[in-house]
């Protein structure tokens, strides 16, 4: 329960940071109104009931939300915000089965985006995802 609550504390951070979040009515609160091409990312480790979770708002007008924030918003921009799209990397990745679940939920050039995949690994996720979940920095 206490990393639900620091995820859930993190996330209003990190919205609070990035202005999304105001005082005022419940419409002008909601990060889906706000313009621009911005997507709120989550990868967990593990099995999702005890994984560890990790979170980062993207933003890209301009870049900005992660350690790859400028190459996240290039790569998605070359797919218009379509992640399964992304070009998969020639990369050889070990047969270590490690799960890991991606989810990213916002907004690309006005169309809603909520995309949420399990890779058997790391590597396997960043090879089908390029820099968009690379939130490690």
Same mark, same amino acid.
């Given at each position: !329960?206490?990393h639900i609550t620091? =995820?859930?504390a993190?996330a209003g951070?990190l919205?609070?940071?990035a202005?999304l /979040?105001?005082?005022?009515?419940?419409?002008?609160?909601? @990060?889906?109104?706000q313009?621009?091409?911005?997507?709120?990312l989550?990868? =967990?480790?593990?099995?999702?009931?005890?994984?560890?979770t990790?979170?980062?708002? /993207?933003l890209?007008?301009p @870049?900005?939300g992660h350690?790859h924030?400028?190459q996240a918003c290039?790569e998605l921009?070359?797919?218009q915000g #379509?992640? #399964?799209?992304?070009?998969a990397a +020639?990369?050889?990745?070990? !047969?270590?089965?490690? @799960? *890991? =679940?991606t989810?990213a939920?916002?907004r690309w050039?006005?169309?809603? *985006? +909520? %995309? =949420?995949e399990t890779?058997t690994?790391?590597?396997? !996720?960043?090879?089908?995802?390029g820099?968009? %979940?690379?939130? #490690?920095?």
């Open positions: !329960m206490t620091r =995820t859930a993190a951070a919205l609070a940071a202005g /979040l105001t005082a005022g009515p419940a419409r002008a609160a909601s @990060p889906d109104n313009q621009g091409n911005w997507l709120y989550t990868v =967990t480790r593990g099995d999702a009931r005890t994984g560890v990790h979170g980062a708002l /993207l890209c007008d @870049p900005r350690a924030a400028a290039g921009a070359d797919v #379509d992640i #399964d799209r992304i070009p +020639d990369v050889f990745c070990p !047969m270590i089965f490690a @799960p *890991v =679940t989810h939920r916002g050039n006005g169309r809603s *985006v +909520d %995309f =949420t890779y690994s790391v590597c396997v !996720m960043n090879a089908r995802t820099h968009v %979940f690379a939130l #490690d920095g």
